[in-house]
């Protein structure tokens, strides 16, 4: 049987970009903006 190497070389996958946050999202939280509020009213 061949030898094998016991340390392996790890690589770590690239993180997705975070996502900025709306500026209604910033103004209002992020609990409120979830449930449809906006800054405008929608008609």
Do not use: L, N, Q
């Not at 209604?24 to 979830?34: C, F, N, S």
């Amino acid at each position: 049987m061949s030898a094998t190497p016991t340390d392996a070389e790890v690589i770590d996958f690239p993180k997705p970009a975070a996502k900025k946050p709306s500026s209604t999202e910033r103004i209002w939280g992020k609990a409120v903006y979830g449930h449809g509020y906006a800054g405008i009213p929608s008609i």
